[in-house]
């Protein structure tokens, strides 16, 4: 079966780094996703990785081993605005997204 | 602001009513997209429409229906809504079926009693 795992839960603290990781074991690979949804609002889309290696978007960066089918979001200088859930999904041979369930990411100050 | 607007945004319903939950978009995208999102589960693709005239089913289709008439509307429908139907349902829509950008609505919270 396919199968996205990441972390529940994380707390971290204002102005440091946090580091989200994603594994996943799916049917092909079409590219890999990571979204932020904040508490009872939509998911908004963050990154996109298709080939290994860092994608850096300010402050936010995201990293992709295909051969380990493992990805992370790196969230540099957190902001209390990070606090949200971030979805990691990968685009399989048929073009399905399969989402992993989340991670909870806490700022404290 | 061009995006997805879903309607209702909240609503309670009685087992055994029938509901349709609205999804529009102004983006001119392709491909649509329901889902559902339950506490500790990933989102779930409920149906899905890669171009108007066209739908399939998701992981969970088993009690909603969809149609596309056009480009715009996404319409899902619960026959005769259960208790296990409550859940939060976002619409999302992208250019194509072959990208994982989506662009999602703010969602519509269904409680069935």
């Known amino acids: 079966g396919q199968n996205i795992d990441q972390p529940t839960e994380m707390t971290a603290t204002e102005g440091a780094i946090v580091q989200i990781n994603c594994t996943y074991q799916?049917?092909?690979?079409?590219?890999l996703f990571w979204y932020q949804q904040h508490a009872g609002e939509a998911p908004t889309f963050l990154s996109y990785n298709v080939l290994d290696g860092l994608e850096e978007k300010g402050r936010f960066s995201s990293f992709l081993s295909r051969s380990k089918g493992y990805s992370y979001l790196l969230l540099k200088e957190l902001q209390m605005k990070d606090s949200a859930s971030y979805l990691c999904?990968?685009?399989?041979?048929?073009?399905?997204?399969?989402w992993g369930a989340g991670t909870k990411l806490i700022i404290k100050p | 602001i061009a995006g997805i607007t879903q309607a209702p945004t909240s609503q309670i319903l009685a087992a055994g009513r029938r509901m349709t939950l609205r999804c529009t978009q102004d983006m001119r995208h392709n491909a649509m997209y329901w889902y559902r999102q339950d506490l500790g589960l990933g989102l779930r693709l409920i149906h899905y429409?890669?171009?108007?005239?066209?739908?399939g089913k998701g992981e969970v289709p088993d009690g909603y229906s969809v149609s596309r008439a056009n480009t715009d509307d996404f319409p899902l429908t619960l026959a005769s809504a259960v208790p296990s139907q409550t859940s939060v349902y976002f619409c999302a829509s992208s250019d194509s079926m072959d990208t994982g950008e989506l662009f999602f609505g703010e969602g519509s919270r269904l409680t069935v009693l």
């Open positions: 999904a990968v685009l399989d041979s048929n073009y399905q997204l399969i």
């Open positions: 799916t049917s092909g690979f079409n590219g």
């Open positions: 429409s890669n171009t108007a005239g066209t739908t």
